[in-house]
């Protein structure tokens, strides 16, 4: 990617997997099914794209969603057509992190990454992010209830080794990510919240989404009032 814009702009990277490429929530899918676990990820991806949707029509463009894509194959696939499209790269998680916010910090000095399990993170706070990264010395991070992290925001280059040194899906991934970055700016929180991986993190999430106002949101909170009342719960 050249860098071509000609002022700071911020983007916003969701990292997601093509469904019938990659499996998808497989720890989900062990209790509700894999047909269940692939109806929540959709609303997910509607949801968050609902959420980011009107960044695209602010004159100018401050803010730019990006899908950061898995799988190289995935690109093209018709479910990445509404934001730009970058591969997340070869190698594990640190490795597909570092790659794509070096990436886009290229192209356009701020970077947000995000998941794709997170569909109750507002715009609101998707803004304040924005905002906080105006001092480039501030990085942002979104706490996860499971001691992992939902969003991680920066507007300064990372060496890769920060990112390679951190151990991903553990109860201290987020805390050994702020012990690395310390030394390079300050950090800045974002209330915690709930990624789904499980079952048991649906409640929680219904309940971060009870103020919730956009129809995707609200639509994910009733498909999870009828998942945890046993109606559509099977294994596929």
């Known amino acids: 990617m050249k860098r071509i814009l000609r002022y700071q702009t911020t983007a916003i990277a969701v990292f997601v997997k093509t469904p019938g490429i990659t499996p998808l929530k497989t720890r989900l899918a062990d209790t509700i099914g894999k047909e269940s676990a692939l109806a929540f990820y959709d609303l997910c991806l509607e949801a968050i794209q609902k959420t980011l949707s009107p960044f695209r029509q602010s004159t100018p463009a401050l803010v730019y969603p990006y899908w950061a894509v898995a799988e190289k194959q995935g690109l093209s696939?018709?479910?990445?057509?509404?934001?730009?499209?970058?591969?997340?790269?070869?190698?594990?998680?640190?490795?597909?992190?570092?790659?794509?916010?070096?990436?886009?910090?290229?192209?356009?000095?701020?970077?947000?990454?995000?998941?794709?399990?997170?569909?109750?993170?507002?715009?609101?706070?998707?803004?304040?992010?924005?905002?906080?990264?105006?001092?480039?010395?501030?990085?942002?991070?979104?706490?996860?209830?499971?001691?992992?992290?939902?969003?991680?925001?920066?507007?300064?280059?990372?060496?890769?080794?920060?990112?390679?040194?951190?151990?991903?899906?553990?109860?201290?991934?987020?805390?050994?990510?702020?012990?690395?970055?310390?030394?390079?700016?300050?950090?800045?929180?974002?209330?915690?919240?709930?990624?789904?991986?499980?079952?048991?993190?649906?409640?929680?999430?219904?309940?971060?989404?009870?103020?919730?106002?956009m129809p995707t949101q609200m639509e994910m909170m009733n498909w999870i009032e009828t998942t945890l009342t046993g109606e559509c719960i099977w294994k596929t």
């Open 77 to 213: 696939d018709h479910r990445w057509n509404d934001f730009n499209r970058v591969w997340q790269g070869n190698g594990d998680l640190g490795e597909r992190l570092h790659h794509v916010y070096s990436t886009l910090y290229f192209v356009h000095g701020r970077v947000i990454l995000i998941g794709a399990d997170a569909p109750q993170l507002s715009q609101d706070a998707l803004l304040e992010t924005h905002h906080l990264l105006k001092d480039k010395n501030k990085f942002v991070i979104g706490p996860a209830r499971d001691g992992g992290f939902y969003l991680f925001g920066g507007a300064k280059a990372l060496p890769q080794h920060v990112w390679n040194s951190v151990a991903y899906s553990q109860p201290s991934t987020c805390d050994e990510l702020v012990t690395k970055i310390k030394s390079y700016g300050e950090v800045a929180y974002l209330p915690t919240l709930t990624d789904v991986d499980v079952y048991e993190d649906l409640p929680n999430l219904k309940s971060e989404l009870q103020n919730s106002q």
